[in-house]
């Protein structure tokens, strides 16, 4: 029995190692998705906190997160968020902005999302659901009862259901979590600026 179980281990290794040499030309396409995936996410939050800096500091500061020098925090913020979504974009300098745009997530975490608790999106049914998600239940029970009665329900939810958003820390450690993924990877054998430029670097070296 032990015997067959050694040999049905190392055929699954081999075939998995054959099948890793198959797809061995495409290996950096799973960077790539990843670096995608984050591109417009950093990038838009970096436009809406650009698009009102004058708010974004306030926030940044005294009547939100209250944190110190909230010019130079709100700032830096901004600047990691459209320059990491740029850089990410072009697979340059990948591991390295990957940095600085996971220390924003950890910021964004433990300053906004942690209180909130997992859930982004208030679930009754998902796993990790707090006192705050439950009791959001009711809440967005009573709002549609309210919008059937005073409005347009079809229209209203035409473009989806309604949901009450917990701004939990679900998102934003799932983007960190890529982030941290891109640092092992980088940006990817191909699909990258780094890729080339590597390249370019070693014949040069030689």
């Known amino acids: 029995m032990s015997t067959f179980i050694k040999n049905s281990v190392s055929t699954l290794d081999a075939l998995l190692d ?7 030309p495409v290996d950096g396409l799973p960077a790539l998705a990843l670096r995608l995936y984050l591109v417009p ?29 909230p010019t130079i925090m709100a700032s830096l913020a901004t600047g990691t ?20 745009l996971i220390v924003t997530m950890l910021v964004a975490i433990f300053t906004v999302h942690l209180p909130n608790g997992w859930q982004a999106i208030a679930d009754q049914t998902a796993p990790f659901a707090n006192m705050r998600v439950m009791e959001a239940g009711d ?24 949901a009450i958003i917990n701004n939990g820390v679900e998102f934003a450690v799932t983007y960190l979590v890529m982030l941290l993924a891109l640092i092992k990877m980088g940006g990817g054998r191909f699909v990258s600026v780094d890729y080339w ?4 670097v070693k014949r040069w070296v030689r």
Do not use: C
């Open 18 to 24: 054959r099948l890793g040499q198959i797809i061995q």
């Open 41 to 69: 996410v950093f990038w838009t939050a970096g436009m809406n906190k650009l698009a009102a800096f004058s708010d974004t500091i306030a926030w940044f500061g005294a009547d939100g997160l209250g944190l110190p020098f």
């Open 81 to 100: 968020e459209l320059s990491g979504a740029v850089l990410l974009a072009l697979g340059l300098f990948t591991r390295w902005i990957s940095i600085p």
């Open 139 to 162: 809440k967005i029970q009573a709002a549609r009862e309210i919008l059937k009665e005073h409005g347009d329900y079809d229209w209203l939810t035409s473009s989806g259901n309604f």
């Open 197 to 200: 430029v590597r390249r370019v």
